[in-house]
């Protein structure tokens, strides 16, 4: 599971027409935060969550890609279902 946190906020912000030093400067936090979130080597601390949805007009969910992580789980269950199905089926002979 990979979370962009950082490209969610790039776009956000990008769509704003914001730079990241006015971002940082609404959040107050600094431009190189900001950054470092952008580029996934640190993330916004989880209290700025709520603001950052509520700024952007989206929700935390979308800012963290729950959608996508989400997706990811389903298929990586479908999949263990699907080996283990195999597995089962493996001393059978379904072709009569």
């Known amino acids: 599971m990979k979370i962009n946190i950082g490209e969610r906020l790039k776009q956000l912000r990008l769509q704003k027409g914001l730079t990241q030093e006015q971002l940082a400067e609404v959040f107050g936090v600094s431009a190189q935060a900001v950054s470092r979130w952008e580029n996934n080597t640190s993330y916004p601390d989880i209290t700025l969550l ?8 989206t929700s935390v969910n979308a800012i963290v890609g729950m959608d ?13 279902e699907i080996n283990d199905l195999v597995a ?4 059978f002979d379904i072709s009569d």
Not at 88 to 91: A, I, R, S, T
């Open 68 to 80: 996508e992580i989400r997706k990811e789980e389903t298929l990586r269950k479908i999949h263990g």
């Open 50 to 57: 709520p603001g950052l949805a509520i700024y952007f007009n």
């Open 88 to 91: 089962f089926l493996g001393g």
